[in-house]
Structure formats: structure tokens, C-alpha cells
């Protein structure tokens, strides 16, 4: 990364390095699909980006090793002509093996502790209709409690987004190709929700309460919204 000067800045941590394990199933058939995911990552040096209230700003440290395990599950039934549900579900624990060192004699007690940002759990379903220049879908997802520290004395709890769109494709005319109405509905039941603030994805507050502690920043997540989009082809 670039400093003001426009020198490049230091570089303070070992690389990181990971092995990545996964197995897998898949099943097709005219009307169900599924698939299947056991999956394990073994991260060495993991990166991540901790802030320093001594130089108000985000450091990188190497947080040291973790693992990431989990499932993955998803599948899809087209149940009747013009209707098909669809579902996805989750589960990851992402956890720290080491304290972090941020000094010469200090450490953050770190191990053990769930990765930021990570949900264990993570589910969607989705109810979908097509007949015809008609198409709709209703969807839901569910996103658990994470939390948004190094070590772990802060967190965000669970909520589900449900959304609805629906829309209508009209003739060709002339020079508009399939030209398509549709209205779109986010967040259907005004959900009140936040999402973490971490940069790129890597970038926590080491902690939120004690000495040294600084809150993490968040996000709003963004109310009942509606949108008409109107789109052709050429």
C-alpha cells in the first residue's frame, strides 16, 4: 500500500498461507438437484487487520494460525410446471489456534476464539414462478450472530432478509427486444439489522471493552425499499 508520499509502506507481517480441503456430492435430475460440501482450510500466519489506538489506524498483524471448517448444502425442486423452490444451508466455525502478540511482552487472548465477521449459521429458501411472460420469487436468508472483535467481547445478532421481486416481459416491438417491467421489494418485512464495517473483510477491532478498546464501526442496514426497473434488449 501506497503512503503519502507515495513510497510504498513496510512490510510488517509473514505471508500467509493456507491448505484447502473439501468433499464434495452432486445429484441431478429432471426436477431435484443437490450438492453437498465438507470443507476444511488450515491457515498459517492468517492475515488480518487490527486498529492501534497508540497510532489511530489499522495495523496489519499476523493473528497466527486457524482453521476454518464447515458444511455446505444446497439443492433446488422444480415441484409443479411453473413453480420451483430452492434452499441453501450452512454451517462454519472459523477459530484462532494462538493469542495474538502486539508487543514484545503483550498478547491478545485470541485462541480459541471465533474469527470475526463469520457466522456459524447461514440458511436461504426461495419460492420461484414462471408461466408464460410472468416470473416471480419470494426469497429469504438468514444470517446468525457473528462477532465483530479479535476477541470475541463484541457481537452482531442474527436476522433474515426476506425480499420479493415479480415481473412481466412484453412482445418484441420493433427495435425493443423482450422488453420487461419488473418491481423489486427489499427487505419486505422492514427488518433492522447491521452488517460490520471491516474493510475488504479483514480489517476487526482487536477488542471493544478494556484497555486499549475501540468500538467496532457499523453499517445500518438499509429499510423496506421498492424499485421498477424497466429493460429491453437491442
Do not use: C
Request: hydrophobic content about 35%.
Amino acid at each position: 500500500m501506497a503512503q503519502a508520499d507515495g513510497s510504498l509502506k513496510p512490510v510488517n507481517v509473514d505471508e500467509e498461507t493456507s491448505i484447502n480441503w473439501e468433499l464434495g456430492y452432486r445429484f441431478n435430475s429432471h426436477n431435484i438437484s443437490f450438492s453437498g460440501t465438507l470443507f476444511l482450510i488450515d491457515y498459517r500466519d492468517r492475515i488480518a487487520a487490527a486498529y492501534d489506538i497508540n497510532n489511530d489506524a489499522y495495523t496489519n498483524y499476523n493473528v497466527g494460525n486457524s482453521i476454518t471448517k464447515g458444511i455446505e448444502l444446497e439443492s433446488a425442486w422444480r415441484f409443479l410446471d411453473d413453480w420451483s423452490l430452492y434452499g441453501s444451508f450452512s454451517f462454519t466455525d472459523s477459530r484462532m489456534k494462538q493469542n495474538l502478540q502486539t508487543g514484545a511482552d503483550t498478547f491478545e487472548a485470541t485462541s480459541g476464539k471465533a474469527f470475526p465477521d463469520t457466522p456459524n449459521w447461514m440458511a436461504a429458501l426461495a419460492l420461484q414462478y414462471r408461466n408464460g411472460p410472468w416470473s416471480a420469487n419470494i426469497s429469504a436468508k438468514y444470517t446468525g450472530d457473528r462477532y465483530t472483535t479479535l476477541v470475541n467481547d463484541e457481537l452482531i445478532k442474527g436476522f433474515t432478509l426476506v425480499n420479493l421481486d415479480a415481473g412481466y416481459q412484453f412482445p418484441t416491438m420493433g427495435w425493443f427486444k423482450n422488453p420487461t417491467v419488473r418491481l423489486n421489494i427489499y427487505n419486505l418485512l422492514n427488518q433492522n439489522y447491521l452488517n460490520l464495517d471491516a474493510g475488504s473483510g479483514s480489517g476487526f477491532t482487536t477488542r471493544a471493552q478494556g484497555d486499549g478498546g475501540s468500538s467496532p464501526y457499523y453499517y445500518v442496514g438499509a429499510p423496506i425499499s421498492f424499485s421498477v426497473m424497466l429493460s429491453t434488449d437491442f
